[in-house]
């Protein structure tokens, strides 16, 4: 990654608009989510998104309706009125790797859902960028690049209906030929013909323009049979499924993209079978890491609401956080939130100094994912029954940390991926 050009650095963060007033107090803590954002942007759907009530500093956005079909929105799309845009200002920023892990938990900090959808847009760029193809760079990579209107959307598809975190327990040496990925891509002359579908998990799925999908090359090799290509979604056999509606992370758009004779340049193909085992490797350690600083963040805001409320509501004639067993659940929350961020920045730290990080990632992606479901179960129970109505920060904290227990791959095996690296299996 050294070889990329200070402003393809800005593609680990993703695009977000701000005005560049904002940025001259540095990375401080609320700097991104207290930028003058005035609203979303829904097109197509009916969606009602929920404004944050009572916390003016945070955002809080839900789709809390569907309509009579059961659709979402089909983009969310932050609005902001900026005098230039941040991908211009952040690769003068010389962001250090502790900088970019306070950006990457402010996020978090401010809505889970639509950081992971910020985070997850750059990913077919790049890996394009990646390859130092100069037909992919011009084609892919630089109008993201210089996009300042959104209007580049990536998405990853990886899950499919019959697999999901076994692609990750066997990948590589440990593949076998009965578990493949079956969206499948055939070569044919100069073009890869893709056929197949991913399943309803596949974030920015309906709104994206271009994926980075996990395609079934080689059958006999099992998931080491597996290619990795870009795919513009724009292309003829492409299509899409709806919405999905979820339980937590309802601002994450998320749905099936089927592939029916989809026809891309052989270029586009940026893994072919034999290496995809360290492609997985470096997706793990990449996006585990920055699942934990995301949830990081989540955790922060769920603490954060509940020792506010605790020292202003009243029962038994004062605050309960006067009353000890309050006190004590909120210093193990507490301690629970540091011990998280502790090791969330080392599994950051690591991963961009170029040291052995995947195992690091992954216990800090499950760490930090369950301290943020218990923080956030916490400070419901802090709040009492106010705590359990919509509409309400550390209800809505709770279902997103829920999920976060169980995408990028399940934490229990997750777990016994990251045993492997630790005996170096």
């Known amino acids: 990654m050294a070889a990329l050009s200070p ?26 989510w207290r930028a003058p954002i005035l609203g979303f942007l829904v097109r197509g759907g009916d969606a009602l998104f929920l404004f944050d009530t009572g ?15 059961g659709r979402f929105g089909d983009e969310i799309v932050p609005v902001v009125r900026p005098r230039d845009a941040v991908v211009a200002r952040l690769a003068e920023a010389g962001l250090t790797p502790a900088d970019a892990w306070v950006v990457s938990e402010e996020f978090g900090w401010g809505n889970a859902g639509l950081s992971i959808s910020l985070g997850v847009t750059s990913m077919p760029f790049r890996f394009a960028a990646m390859t130092g193809n100069p037909d992919l760079m011009r084609e892919v990579v630089m109008p993201f690049v210089e996009d300042t209107e959104g209007k580049y959307i990536g998405c990853w598809c990886a899950t499919e209906p019959n697999h999901g975190s076994d692609a990750i327990l066997y990948s590589g040496k440990h593949s076998r030929p009965d578990i493949h990925f079956e969206c499948m891509a055939r070569r044919d002359g100069d073009e890869w013909v893709i056929n197949g579908q991913k399943s ?30 870009v795919i513009p979604l724009n292309l003829p056999g492409v299509s899409r499924g709806k919405p999905l509606n979820k339980l937590g992370q309802r601002a994450l758009n998320q749905g099936e993209i089927f592939f029916d004779n989809v026809r891309i340049p052989r270029h586009y193909m940026l893994v072919e079978p034999g290496t995809f085992g360290a492609a997985t490797d470096s997706i793990l350690a990449s996006a585990n890491a920055g699942m934990s600083a995301t949830f990081c963040g989540v955790a922060r805001a769920a603490f954060e609401e509940a020792l506010a409320y605790a020292q202003h509501r009243v029962q038994g004639g004062v605050p309960i956080a006067q009353h000890q067993l309050v006190q ?5 929350m507490f301690t629970k939130l540091e011990s998280a961020r502790a090791l969330s920045r080392l599994a950051n730290h690591r991963l961009m100094s170029g040291q052995p990080t995947t195992h690091y990632s992954i216990a800090a992606k499950v760490y930090c994912t369950q301290a943020a479901f218990e923080i956030a179960s916490d400070a419901i129970q802090i709040f009492g029954g106010l705590g359990l109505a919509k509409g309400t ?6 279902r997103d940390a829920r999920a976060s227990l169980i995408e990028d791959g399940a934490n229990d095996v997750l777990s016994l991926a990251g045993f492997r690296f630790l005996v170096g299996e």
């Open 328 to 332: 004590k659940k909120l210093f193990d």
């Open 55 to 69: 916390m003016p500093r945070r955002l809080v956005a839900e789709p809390l309706a569907l309509d009579p079909e």
């Open 7 to 32: 402003r393809l650095g800005v593609l680990f963060l993703g695009a977000c608009l701000v005005d560049e007033s904002q940025l001259v107090r540095g990375l401080a803590p609320g700097v991104w």
């Open 393 to 398: 920060l550390v209800e809505m904290l709770l």
């Open 200 to 229: 309803a998990w596949v974030s920015n799925g309906t709104i994206a323009t271009h994926t980075l999908a996990f395609l079934c090359v080689e059958p006999s090799m099992g998931m080491a049979g597996t290619g990795v290509a």
